[in-house]
Structures are given as structure tokens and as C-alpha cells.
């Protein structure tokens, strides 16, 4: 790299739940600038979650990072070309890209349901993943099990 890396911005943490995490979400969210809106259609969602949530004694903040959790993969298949032949190599994900691919896969399924508010679906995702079940966490276990299906080129790790 010719350039050095470039240092990591400081988060301001959200209004209402005074998380930084929360940020990042909604940072990912956003579209075309738009972050008030962002937030009215995460702040909905975790209202919508609160409601429809079964066990009473986690919070919908608290449901939201299990969901999270439950999506976060932990090695992902990396394309490394070795003598012509291309081969699909088994990697660990540091800690902020796994958080990164969590959120994205998480937004982006949200994005591909059939209810009709974004905060509908964003919250129908979530309560799905903390059950560890829906797309987002299908995702996880499909990059899982590529990543073991390709355990025998883990030699050629770079």
C-alpha cells in the first residue's frame, strides 16, 4: 500500500439507547444521506420488537445483539489463486468485519421480506435471528459450511 491506513472515526453514540453499535447500524441503514429516517425506521422496529417479543426479561436492545450475534459468521472462504487453479480458502474474519457482514446481512435481508414497512421487516428479521432462524442466519451457517467443506486447501492461507 502506497498510503498509510487510514485512522478509524470516532462514533457518536444514538439518542435513545446511548449505544455505539446502534450508530453503526443505522449508519449502514441509511440510504442517500437520510439518517433521521434511518432512525425513525430503527427506533419503529425495536418498538415493533418490544411488542411482539415472548421472553419478558430481555429488552428489544437486548434482542437486536443476540440477533446480531447470531448472524456474526466466524470464517469466511477467501479466493486465493495458487498455479493457475483458483481455490476457495477457509479464513478467520477479524472482529469489526464480522460485525460489518452481521449488520449488512442482517439489513439486507430485512430489505428482501414481504411486509410492508421497512420497520415491519427489520423488526420480523431480528425477532427471526434471535430465534436463530430466518435468511440472515441461513447466510452464516451457508459461509460456515463452505469454509469446512474447503478445510483441505487451509494450507495455502496467506
Not at 42 to 53: E, G, Q, R, T
Not at 111 to 117: A, F, V
Not at 133 to 140: D, F, L, M, W
Amino acid at each position: 500500500m502506497r498510503k498509510r491506513k487510514a485512522k478509524k472515526r470516532p462514533l457518536l453514540p444514538d439518542p435513545r439507547f446511548n449505544d455505539q453499535l446502534v450508530t453503526r447500524f443505522v449508519n449502514n441503514l441509511m440510504w442517500d444521506g437520510k439518517k433521521s429516517v434511518a432512525f425513525k425506521i430503527f427506533y419503529d422496529a425495536m418498538d415493533i420488537v418490544d411488542s411482539k417479543k415472548t421472553d419478558e426479561e430481555k429488552t428489544a436492545l437486548e434482542l437486536w445483539k443476540d440477533a446480531l450475534s447470531n448472524v456474526m459468521p466466524h470464517v469466511e472462504v477467501r479466493s486465493r489463486r495458487v498455479g493457475g487453479a483458483t481455490f476457495q480458502i477457509p479464513m478467520q474474519i477479524r472482529p469489526d468485519r464480522k460485525v460489518s457482514m452481521a449488520m449488512k446481512w442482517l439489513i439486507s435481508y430485512s430489505r428482501k421480506r414481504n411486509e410492508k414497512s421497512m420497520a415491519l421487516k427489520l423488526a420480523s428479521e431480528v425477532l427471526a435471528a434471535a430465534k436463530e432462524e430466518g435468511a440472515a442466519v441461513k447466510k452464516r451457517v451457508d459461509t460456515h459450511k463452505m469454509a469446512e467443506a474447503n478445510k483441505a486447501f487451509s494450507h495455502f492461507r496467506f
